[in-house]
């Protein structure tokens, strides 16, 4: 014979007893899933926050390095330009010295006799030049010797005055002269040198 059984229970109840285990059950499983979200997030914006700073540490490091770099180019550039200005003054002196024995030959040559010099300035290729000359005619003759001259040009006198000189009544001259230099006409074979009239 088979057993009765008999729920004293009311059916209410129990069904409702069931739903709020069931709430309870998921706002539970919200709160862990809601706590490993916020935990999970908190790690992964970690792991980034932390490659960035390492990026940001490398830039640094790099940065560092390129502006080191950029320093020693910057002391490069002015070595080199230091470097071509001393090439620059050299190459002038090798040119120049050829230039002024060629200028002082020349005024050898076209000084008369009878008169000397005394002093010789030179600004750029303006030329003064001071001396003595037993007469006027001497200080002409220099000056059309000096307009002739392949590395004299454009003489201008500026004053002729008597002077006592040894004892001697003497014209004491000063005139201003230009300094060129001879071209030569090209020819094959012939270096820049001799074109500009340098031995």
């Keep these: 014979m088979t057993a009765i059984r008999i729920n004293l229970l009311p059916h209410r109840e129990q069904r409702r007893a069931l739903q709020q285990k069931t709430l309870v059950a998921l706002i539970v499983g ?13 790690f992964i914006i970690t792991g980034m926050k932390d490659q960035q700073d390492q990026r940001n540490t490398f830039l640094k490091v790099e940065i560092a ?20 200005a001393r090439k620059q003054v050299v190459e002038e002196l090798q ?12 005024l050898a040559r076209q000084l008369p006799e009878g008169m000397y010099l005394k002093s010789i300035k030179q600004a750029g290729n303006k030329l003064t030049l001071s001396g003595y000359a ?20 454009a ?5 002729v005055k008597t002077a ?3 004892k001697m009544r003497v014209n004491e001259f000063s005139l201003e002269a230009t300094q060129t230099v001879p071209v030569a006409p090209a020819g094959p074979g012939t270096s820049s040198e001799q074109k500009a009239g340098k031995p």
């Design 95 to 106: 040119v120049n010295r050829a230039e002024v024995v060629h200028l002082f030959d020349e």
């Design 30 to 42: 919200s709160a862990l899933a809601g706590l490993v979200a916020v935990v999970l997030g908190h």
């Design 164 to 166: 006592d000189q040894n």
């Design 134 to 153: 037993q007469s006027s005619a001497r200080v002409s003759t220099l000056m059309r010797n000096i307009e002739n001259s392949q590395w004299l040009n």
């Design 155 to 159: 003489p201008r006198l500026i004053e």
């Design 65 to 84: 390095k390129l502006d080191a770099q950029i320093k020693e180019i910057a002391q490069l550039k002015e070595k080199t330009n230091a470097l071509l």
